[in-house]
């Protein structure tokens, strides 16, 4: 189980309050997708995948994109048992989707600098120290099915 500080559980409510999911999710996915090409193989019903500007404009993938920053509010609102939030998801991404669990730590860091863009100035050293802890917990949580 996770340690929460007051200090990490209200920085990370206040980025998700910050950020705008219609911008972050779709642009993290999108940066994975080009900056990580080889996980463009689990979005194979995607359609045109083979440039950045096809990627960057694709509507499934701003679609998933949206679903995952919901999937990461579900996380902000139990951060005390967030392996349990996450367990149907873990089953679901290891043994339907077959996705290599390193992805997750790639989409982790994209989403980082997405939201490090959108937020500038504010997203202190502090805050990026919780936010990062917050999508270490994440993806241990994703990756709890593969072990």
């Known amino acids: 189980m996770v340690k929460w500080t007051d200090f990490e559980c209200a920085t990370i409510q206040d980025i998700f309050s910050k950020i705008d999911y219609d911008v972050v999710g779709p642009a993290a996915l999108s940066r994975c997708l080009i900056v990580y090409p080889w996980t ?9 995948l083979y ?6 404009s694709n509507p499934k993938v701003a679609a998933h994109g949206k679903v995952v920053i919901a999937g990461l509010e579900k996380a902000v609102k139990n951060m005390d048992d967030i392996k349990t939030t996450y367990k149907d ?3 679901l991404h290891s043994e339907k989707l077959q ?5 997750f730590n790639l989409l982790a860091d994209c989403l980082t600098v997405v939201v490090a863009g959108q937020m ?21 949580s994703l990756r709890k099915q593969y072990n």
């Open 120 to 140: 500038g100035a504010a997203f202190t050293p502090e805050g990026h120290a919780a936010f990062q802890k917050f999508l270490a917990v994440v993806v241990a």
């Open 89 to 91: 998801l873990s089953v």
């Open 99 to 103: 996705v290599d669990p390193d992805n």
């Open 51 to 56: 440039k950045a500007a096809a990627i960057t």
């Open 40 to 48: 463009q193989r689990y979005f194979g019903g995607f359609g045109n």
